[in-house]
């Protein structure tokens, strides 16, 4: 019996992309089959460890790697990693008031509900400039941030970030000069699979990307990769010494899991992935477009800046709005999932799709009529 048969959920179709709330990605049969070969045995977790992140860093063209419980708390572990290597201290035997005296620099623009993992492990923030295009930030300003407490500057790169901050270009060679660590919160930002490494070629010391969003790796892992000085130091905080890396389990699965995911993405043609995702926007233009509810038009990237298109289906008849037409869809058999961003429509992202249900969102659409829904 399927599980969600057994617990009375039901799973839906996932036409909004890869959030957390529903699921993450899914996962291939290469790469459940890997976690399963992983379970049926015993291994010591430091050995498999060193042995994966390894062929990892290889994989992605990195000097390092390391898998984490996902990339929140690959944050706070990179975060610790920092204020270990500020201090001079093994973090294990850091006071709580040695840890307050350590600031994290980052833009007002780049405060996110994930970065509150800095103010749990007990650093500071330090927050510059303005979420706003009145006052831009200067290289100056950065320089005068950065004080005799700061451990590390943490950089956002998202497609949903607000203006009032540097590139990374400008910023990396003033925390160079400074001697800071860069940490680039990549969670959501592949595709493109060059970011894999375009960051630390940039000069991030560390990237941080969800293993459960596009690598469709477990959605509980996420991945480290960049400066081996630094992951050697995160290595020695995290899962399995004791402190409070012991919290942050990673199980051989997850590992097993997310290598073979990397490896599949690294193969993956993301062209013909990406041709496919125009196809599903035609079709959907070619059903829906000007028939009395919506216009259907190609929107790019789409919310978190991925290179992928999506469809925004702009609803141009008084009867419905937004929420009935995201509740209409919610209520079918099966439920399908869709975004509207507070926009009159709603957004079809085919990344998270799978061949055939494009049709069936279609014809569940098309139930919509100007006279009111089948």
Known sequence: MDIYDELGVKPV????????????????????EAMNSAARNF????????????????????????VSNGAAAGLYLAIAACIEQKLGKPFYYLTPEEIASCNVLLFKAHRNPYDLVIGHLGARYRELSFPNRIFPPTEADLEYAIDEGTAAIYFAASGWVAPGFLPLEELVPIARAKGVPVLVDAAAQLPPVE?????????????LFSGGKDLRGPQASGLMVGCKALLDRVTAIGFPHYGIGRMLKVSREEIAGLYAAIKQYLAMDHGARYDWCE????????????????????????????????????IVH???????????????NPPIYAYSEDLPGIFINPMSLKAGETDLIIKRLQRLKPGGAD
């Not at 008084?318 to 079918?332: E, H, I, W």
Request: charge should be positive.
């Open 279 to 314: 196809a599903q926007i035609a079709a959907l233009r070619e059903a829906l477009d000007g028939k009395g509810v919506f216009t259907v038009r190609r929107s790019f990237p789409n919310e978190a800046g991925q290179p992928i298109a999506r469809a925004f289906l702009e």
């Open 43 to 66: 291994v010591p977790i430091r050995e498999f460890q060193k042995a994966a992140h390894q062929a990892i860093a290889k994989l992605t063209k990195n000097e390092a790697a390391y």
């Open 195 to 207: 970011n894999l490494w375009r960051f630390s070629e940039l000069g991030a010391d560390l990237t």
């Open 13 to 32: 179709i996932n036409a909004a992309g890869t959030y957390t709330v529903l699921g993450g990605s899914r996962m291939s049969e290469e790469t459940l």
């Open 318 to 332: 008084p009867r419905y709005t937004a929420a009935s037409v995201r509740d209409f869809l919610l209520k079918g």
